[in-house]
Each structure stands twice: as structure tokens, then as C-alpha cells.
């Protein structure tokens, strides 16, 4: 297999509604990402990022092109398969935590543990997302910072291939966003996870090894960065 398409987006369409309301999210998206790259997808708010994202997950279908993970094309896939390939592959991080609130941390991350063959060491991760000494808390007790870094051990600890974060940094302040971006980089470094972040923050792509610009449903720019910026150098 090789390595640098290990994802590969090919001609993807989506649309919306039909007849004279019919709205072109998605009008022929292609590009590739490498195994273990931290891409970044950016563009302005309407451009087709999250639904992209939906797409790659499995969580929503393309009209028409196809994705591909590893050589397995996402649309060949029946309901069980599919299932069964998201559970096993995927990680997901959204801008909202959707953590369970009666949960601590500690069991919050066993969640998505429960979900792999071979998951991460639990304590391990803990102190690497730097939330050992809250793991015995719930929710509602942390910050939201911590909260993300709770979500982010949730996904990570099933050692996806991919991990999908959509807007992680959206809901947080400055300091903390990079935070959180200085996590997912070690999580990027230290696991080797192949990371797709949405974001309409144009300073993340200087950390990225991969920036794909969206604009009106296409794919305007995709850039390989040659001189990338750590996470604790972004300024915005």
C-alpha cells in the first residue's frame, strides 16, 4: 500500500435539496493525505469543511466520487461494515466535547477504549493529555480546556488511524487553543495517528504538513509545508 495516499479523496460531489432550492456543498473535492500527516482543511464558514469531514467519517455519504482509507473505498461498504470500519479506524473530536456527564474523566476515556481491539495504556494517555490528577473528576468539574483533552483521550485511546477534530479549538480561548494544539501535535508525534483537522483558523496551517483550502465547495490550494511552525510558535 502506498503510504502517501494512504486517504484519498476523489472527485467527491455533494448537494442539498433538489429542483430550484438544490444548494452544491461539495463540487468535485480531490486531493490525497500521507499516513501519519496532520492535515489541516481550511476555509471560510460555508465552504464545505464539516460536511467533507461527515463524509471521511462514514457519518453522512457522498451523490457521487468516492474516499478511500487504506485502499478501502468508504461507498463499498453495507451498514454493518461501515459500522464495524468507524469503530475500529476512526477517532472523532468535535468543537462541542459531548462528554457524559455522570462519567469522570478516567471512565469518559474508557468509552472509547471499550471500542478497540487494542487500545492505548488508559494511565499512560491520562498523563500524557496532562489530566492524571483529574481523573477522578466529572465534567462539570473542569475547565474547557480539560474538557477537550478529556474528549481528545476518548478518541485517541482507541489508537485510530485517523483522527477527525472538527473546529477543536472553536468554543476555547487563546491560551488554551494552543494547548490544545500543542497536545494533538504530541498526540500527532508520539502515536503516529493520521489527523484531519477542520478549522477556519488560518494559523494552524503553519503547523500542519499538509494544508488542503477550501473555497465554495472546492479545492482551491493543497499546500505541503516545508517549514512548519510547532504549535507553541502559532500567534493569532
Not at 491560551?175 to 501535535?185: H, P, Q, Y
Not at 495517528?193 to 479545492?219: F, P, S
Request: proline share 3%; net charge negative; glycine share 8%.
Amino acid at each position: 500500500m502506498d503510504n502517501s495516499r494512504f486517504l484519498e479523496i476523489c472527485d467527491i460531489h455533494k448537494s442539498y435539496g433538489e429542483g430550484d432550492s438544490v444548494q452544491h456543498v461539495l463540487r468535485g473535492m480531490n486531493f490525497t493525505v500521507a499516513k501519519g500527516e496532520f492535515c489541516v482543511i481550511l476555509g471560510p464558514s460555508g465552504s464545505g469543511k464539516s460536511t467533507l469531514l461527515n463524509i471521511m467519517g462514514g457519518i453522512d455519504s457522498a451523490d457521487s466520487g468516492y474516499i478511500s482509507i487504506n485502499g478501502d473505498k468508504l461507498e463499498d461498504m453495507d451498514e454493518k461494515a461501515l459500522t464495524e470500519y468507524r469503530r475500529k479506524h476512526l477517532g472523532y473530536v468535535f468543537q462541542l466535547y459531548n462528554l457524559i456527564p455522570d462519567l469522570n474523566v478516567k471512565e469518559n476515556i474508557e468509552v472509547g477504549a471499550y471500542l478497540s481491539d487494542s487500545p492505548l495504556d488508559i494511565d499512560e494517555l491520562l498523563k500524557t493529555l496532562g489530566l492524571y490528577e483529574h481523573r477522578h473528576k466529572l465534567p462539570n468539574q473542569l475547565s474547557g480546556g480539560q474538557q477537550q483533552r478529556t474528549s481528545i483521550g476518548r478518541a485517541i485511546v482507541k489508537n485510530p488511524d485517523i483522527l477527525l477534530c472538527d473546529e477543536p479549538t472553536g468554543a476555547l480561548d487563546y491560551n488554551t487553543s494552543k494547548e490544545i494544539l500543542e497536545l494533538i501535535e504530541s498526540v500527532n508525534k508520539k502515536y503516529g495517528n493520521t489527523i484531519i483537522m477542520v478549522t477556519h483558523n488560518e494559523a494552524i496551517q503553519h503547523m500542519a504538513d499538509h494544508t488542503v483550502k477550501l473555497r465554495d465547495g472546492m479545492v482551491r490550494k493543497s499546500i505541503i509545508n516545508d517549514h512548519k511552525l510547532s504549535a507553541a510558535e502559532l500567534d493569532w
